[in-house]
């Protein structure tokens, strides 16, 4: 008798430190997992992308538009936005904020592309406007100029 209670009492602690085990082992996965790099997917916005729009803070993204790319050299960047609104909109809204915003605007826009080119003392920027598919996209260059 006594060694089957202790079979029993063996057969209970195994049992006891198998979960202990399993619960320290999936915590420790999940901590190890919550604290790696992870990787920003194409809809999150990375730090650079959020540090182009804090340096161009004076051109404006519209409304629930996405950034998608942005490069990146000394003195020139580039900017890429995706969105739904249609063509026309977001040629006006650009219209709008760009002159609010302290721009000299010229419009080149026709039937197939909104083209805008805007001047500052120290920048400029070219703003083109298309329709693809059921999206609107927006490329932005900006170019730092040296000279007034």
């Known amino acids: 008798m006594p060694l089957q209670k202790l079979h029993k009492r063996l057969r209970k602690a195994i049992f006891k430190a198998s ?5 320290c082992a999936l915590g420790m996965t999940l901590f190890f997992y919550g604290c ?3 990787k920003p997917t194409q809809d999150t916005p ?3 992308l959020r540090l182009a729009s804090a340096k161009h803070f004076d051109i404006p993204q ?3 538009f996405t950034s998608k790319t942005r490069q990146s050299a000394i003195d020139n960047d580039y900017l890429l936005y995706t969105g739904t609104q249609p063509r026309a909109k977001v040629i006006d809204f650009y219209l709008r904020t760009m ?6 605007l010229q419009n080149f ?3 197939f592309e909104g083209l805008l080119i805007c ?6 920027c070219t703003l083109s406007i298309r329709s693809e598919k059921d999206t609107t996209v927006v490329h932005v ?8």
């Open 36 to 38: 790696s790099k992870k």
């Open 46 to 48: 990375t730090t650079a």
């Open 141 to 148: 260059f900006i170019k730092q100029r040296l000279q007034p």
């Open 62 to 64: 519209p409304l629930a």
């Open 119 to 124: 001047h500052k003392p120290h920048k400029m």
């Open 19 to 23: 979960y202990c085990g399993a619960f």
């Open 99 to 104: 002159e609010s915003n302290g721009w000299e």
């Open 109 to 111: 826009s026709n039937s």
